[in-house]
């Protein structure tokens, strides 16, 4: 039994048609306002910084990594920042001012935290969505939880508690 959640159609009318048809007004309106020549001299700069950003981050982030890791610690704050800098800089390296911002918002030092919230709500919401016994972890029922499965005419149930007597441990 699959409880995947699929990415509903509209939303992909959005991301695949919405996204380029902004991006090019928004192109076509920066080039009236400055000219076409600007705009364009504007987007090799604005891929250039991004390129610039992206290494930067990028190496401070790999940094991070490497120390969390050499104290032993789980780095999951600095896995979080190398997938927002990755997702960010694919942004910032399209053509086009929309995506660049949103980019800049996953890269920037400053904007990350917000962006690594939302990245740590939406994979623990499809983490609990997907584990069994309604988002209990481990796949066992929680405790005092009326709804969990219970064996129907196939045997009884003897509720009790494990003791381990051995004094070795």
Not at 16 to 34: A, H, K, N, S
Not at 51 to 66: D, M, P, T, V
Request: proline share 7%; glycine share 14%.
């Amino acid at each position: 039994m699959s409880r995947r959640r699929r990415i509903p159609v509209w939303l992909l009318a959005i991301l695949f048609l919405g996204i380029p048809l902004l991006e090019l007004y928004v192109l076509i309106q920066v080039g009236q306002v400055i000219g076409v020549g600007w705009t364009i001299l504007l987007l090799i700069a604005d891929s250039i910084f991004g390129g610039w950003l992206i290494k930067h981050e990028g190496a401070r982030a790999f940094r991070a990594l490497n120390t969390a890791l050499a104290s032993g610690r789980m780095p999951a704050k600095e896995l979080a920042d190398g997938i927002l800098i990755l997702a960010g800089g694919i942004l910032m390296l399209s053509p086009g001012f929309v995506l660049d911002v949103v980019g800049l918002v996953l890269i920037l030092p400053f904007t990350r935290p917000v962006a690594r919230k939302a990245l740590s709500s939406f994979i623990a919401a499809r983490m609990i969505s997907t584990l069994p016994f309604g988002g209990q972890p481990g796949g066992q029922p929680g405790a005092g939880n009326d709804n969990r499965p219970r064996p129907g005419s196939q045997g009884t149930v003897v509720e009790g508690e494990v003791v381990d007597d051995d004094p070795q441990d």
